[in-house]
């Protein structure tokens, strides 16, 4: 190649990376996500409280959409989110928070260095289980705290109105305060009698959700057990028929919906049945309808778990969603990174 020619191409070369580089520019400058339009002044984290306050970041979608989207708490991540005490109780790794309007979050405990296991609702209180102690609150707001005498690792925990129930991989346990778990027994004198979920070849089945619907137990994972009491349990969906195992299982007051790692299923009590992939999150709203969210904006809508429709469309913004929640009127989907969005509740 000769000289003229090299010197042609660098110059061509080197006018592509120069509109390359301004058009990423422009657009960097128009991205709409991290401009602050709530009006709320941010405030520095107390290191000392560990308390985080600041408005999330909120713009308008970037195409037509009816969400709006943005960044809470510089960042924080929310795996789970409850509606309770008039506000929002949200979990991540190590900590809860508490928001009165789902924007504005606050650190309410810190677990540090304790993983939280599991958060859920206990009558009249909410409840946090971490590696080694019990967290309740009646408001959201302020906690009370014991270390557990136990050494259960809980896959899953519930109150049923009398006791709390956990499942420490595939055994159950019982607890009257939630402060000692111990081995259930059907009888106390026979060690022998334990409530072991087994799969058919007799492997210990994880139990990743254990629920109580219309006076019946449900236990959700490696297969699904069911039970009018603790003391008798009948399996009536094996891991062969999920594949990967039930994630959770939603209730609507009439059927149900289980997220299954890639999979997901209706479920109406004795035998699902597969459907196609409508959404990352699920959760059931006030409406009793099950919803589905990605982390595009779209939001699937089902009475049965079995059709589907669409009910919000996606907004050119796309994270991955961890959780969401309706709260006052509004859906919010959080996710990866601090993102959120939400829209006006249809």
Wanted: hydrophobic share 40%; proline share 3%.
């Amino acid at each position: 190649m000769t000289f003229s020619k090299k010197m042609l191409m660098f110059l061509v070369l080197i006018t592509i990376l120069v509109t390359f580089t301004a058009c990423g520019t422009k657009a960097s400058e128009e991205s709409p996500i991290n401009a602050d339009t709530s009006g709320a002044e941010t405030q520095t984290p107390s290191e000392a409280s560990g308390e985080e306050t600041s408005a999330a970041d909120s713009s308008e979608s970037p195409i037509n959409s009816e969400w709006t989207t943005g960044v809470i708490n510089d960042g924080i991540e929310l795996y789970e989110v409850f509606s309770f005490g008039g506000g929002l109780i949200g979990v991540d790794s190590m900590a809860v928070y508490y928001s009165a309007d789902g924007l504005n979050w606050e650190m309410t405990k810190n677990f540090d260095p304790y993983p939280v296991y599991d958060a859920f609702f206990a009558g009249g209180q909410f409840a946090v289980f971490d590696a080694d102690n019990t967290h309740f609150t009646t408001d959201g707001k302020s906690w009370t705290s014991a270390p557990r005498q136990d050494n259960f690792l809980f896959n899953t925990a519930m109150y049923d109105g009398e006791n709390f129930l956990s499942v420490d991989t595939a055994q159950l346990c019982l607890s009257t305060d939630a402060l000692k778990f111990t081995t259930y027994y059907r009888d106390p004198m026979d060690a022998r009698t334990s409530i072991d979920f087994r799969t058919a070849s007799n492997e210990e089945a994880p139990i990743r959700r254990l629920a109580i619907y219309g006076g019946t137990y449900y236990a959700a994972g490696a297969g699904i057990w069911k039970a009018t009491d603790i003391n008798n349990w009948t399996q009536v969906v094996t891991i062969e028929e999920m594949v990967y195992g039930a994630e959770d299982l939603l209730y609507n007051g009439s059927t149900f919906f289980v997220p299954a790692g890639y999979e997901q299923y209706a479920f109406n009590g004795t035998k699902i049945t597969k459907v196609s992939p409508v959404g990352s999150v699920f959760i059931v709203d006030s409406k009793n309808r099950f919803l589905g969210a990605y982390g595009t904006g779209v939001v699937n809508v089902s009475t049965d778990g079995l059709t589907w429709e669409p009910l919000f469309a996606e907004d050119g913004v796309s994270f991955r969603a961890y959780t969401a929640v309706e709260f006052n009127g509004k859906l919010f989907v959080y996710g990866e990174d601090g993102n959120v969005r939400y829209a006006e509740m249809k």
